[in-house]
């Protein structure tokens, strides 16, 4: 736990899911990550608890250590101080598929109440309503990684009961990390409510979701950012807050 002493008392709901995010990672982790407030939150845990974590990205950075946040998985950063740079089946073969990776990082248009995960078709795939841009890799880390983390924001149209289509697996989803609670499966499956942010009820996480949400019998407590956290993100990880402000 977080000594409230140094509890930040100044945060965005983008940097409490970073910093939550973050605390997922342990010191040695292998994690698979793709851009965006993922990416974010691996760097945070790296400067702060987890120094010893590997990163690897799909575009084949094994070991990465970027000077910088990139805004892209093509951008040249993610090679600063790389153990190694392979080709993408090289990282899928040796790494992921080999049971090498403890967490995968991933998001989608769509999760549903079991974690399925769509980057496909929004509505019938035959004519949809808008076509996406596929699985790329995700569908593989959904099935190897040991353990998979969805960060993504609420909405009740991305959070359907449903989704139209099963892109990627979410049989390995352990947590789903949102901008107003925290959903992990239950005995069944089922992406079930086990802690609330300060400051949000239960009926507006329900309204945000497509299905009738089930609440965990007691609902943990979420600590706020560390000043450190947020000092990092701010100053150093994402000063221009493109992806926490």
Same mark, same amino acid.
């Given at each position: 736990m977080i000594d409230a002493a140094q509890t930040a008392t100044d945060y965005t709901r983008n940097e409490l899911m970073c910093a939550l995010a973050a605390r997922e990672i342990g010191d040695g982790d292998v994690v698979f990550v793709g851009i965006g407030l993922?990416? !974010?939150?691996?760097?945070l845990a790296r400067a702060t608890h987890a120094p010893n974590m590997t990163l690897i990205y799909e575009s084949g950075a094994v070991g990465a250590v970027p000077d910088r946040v990139p805004p892209s998985i093509g951008d040249p950063a993610l090679v600063t101080g790389s153990l190694m740079v392979a080709p993408m089946a090289d990282v899928f073969q040796s790494f992921l598929q080999n049971g090498k990776i403890q967490i995968g990082f991933l998001g989608g248009a769509q999760v549903d109440k079991r974690g399925n995960i769509n980057t496909t078709a929004v509505g019938p795939y035959g004519a949809p309503?808008?076509? !996406?841009p596929g699985s790329g890799g995700a569908c593989e880390i959904a099935q190897?990684?040991?353990r998979v983390l969805i960060v993504a924001k609420l909405d009740k149209r991305a959070f359907p009961e449903k989704v139209d289509f099963v892109?990627?697996?979410?049989?390995r989803v352990k947590k789903i990390i949102t901008n107003m609670c925290v959903l992990e499966p239950d005995d069944t499956g089922e992406m079930t409510l086990t802690a609330l942010y300060p400051g949000v009820t239960f009926e507006q996480v329900q309204d945000n979701v497509g299905w009738a949400l089930k609440k965990a019998p007691r609902l943990s407590e979420v600590a706020p950012?560390?000043?450190k956290e947020i000092d990092l993100l701010r100053t150093k990880l994402d000063p221009k807050r493109l992806h926490t402000k």
């Open positions: 993922p990416n !974010l939150a691996c760097n309503k808008v076509r !996406l190897h990684a040991r892109t990627s697996n979410g049989g950012p560390s000043r």
